[in-house]
């Protein structure tokens, strides 16, 4: 079975400061996507990554795929409170569309 | 935004009680699928479907079954609630020509 594992799972900043988030498996994934969700929503697509080293960049996050394509990172540079809400990594087995979902990153970023 | 709805919105019912839960989409998207999020689990899979009538389990299937009898429609029911199964609930689609899933808002079951 498939796995990703997130860290860290709760992070709280003052705005401006720097943070990553990391989403780990055991397993080569073909792609992998990342989520943001907001209190009372469903998670919106942020990116996703398919070429392991790709780094893909959305203003101030920075997402990276990692060179096996077993991990993926988020970098989030001068956070602000709209960053604020719960990040998930996504991924399916190779040649399938039957998703799983990481156990989330929940950020506070702190005016 | 995508054409992903969801019925009921909140719902709360009595253990043992049958429950179904709908979504529907006006994207013709191939795949749809249902999660539930519960604290400290991020979404898990319950059950997706890959075409009318196409359908398989996920992760979390147990107590839970589905029906597609067209493509926009996908009803996921609990034929006898139990507690365990208070959760909220999402729907999501994919085109299959890509890896986007476009969730609902969300249903709020809690299971008394």
């Known amino acids: 079975t498939q796995l990703l594992e997130q860290s860290p799972q709760f992070l709280s900043i003052q705005e401006g400061e720097n943070l990553t988030v990391y989403c780990n498996s055991s397993s080569v994934f073909s792609s992998l996507q990342w989520y943001r969700q907001e209190p009372g929503e469903g998670p919106v697509l942020l990116v996703t990554v398919v070429t392991g080293g790709e780094v893909k960049k959305l203003k101030r996050l920075t997402f990276q795929f990692g060179d096996a394509r077993k991990d993926s990172s988020l970098h989030i540079t001068a956070a602000q409170p709209g960053d604020t809400g719960l990040y998930l990594c996504?991924?399916?087995?190779?040649?399938?569309?039957?998703?799983?979902f990481g156990t989330g990153t929940r950020l506070k970023v702190l005016a | 935004d995508a054409g992903i709805t969801q019925s009921p919105r909140h719902k709360v019912t009595e253990t043992g009680t049958p429950v179904t839960l709908r979504c529907h989409q006006t994207e013709n998207h191939r795949y749809m699928y249902w999660y539930r999020q519960d604290p400290g689990h991020g979404l898990r899979l319950i059950h997706y479907?890959?075409?009318?009538?196409?359908?398989d389990k996920g992760e979390v299937s147990d107590g839970y079954s589905v029906s597609r009898s067209k493509t926009e429609d996908f009803l996921l029911t609990l034929e006898s609630a139990t507690s365990s199964q208070t959760s909220v609930y999402f729907c999501?689609?994919?085109?299959?020509?890509?890896?986007?899933?476009?969730f609902g808002p969300g249903t709020r079951l809690t299971v008394l």
């Open positions: 999501a689609i994919n085109s299959g020509r890509t890896d986007t899933q476009y």
């Open positions: 996504a991924g399916a087995p190779s040649g399938t569309y039957k998703y799983i």
């Open positions: 479907s890959y075409g009318v009538k196409d359908t």
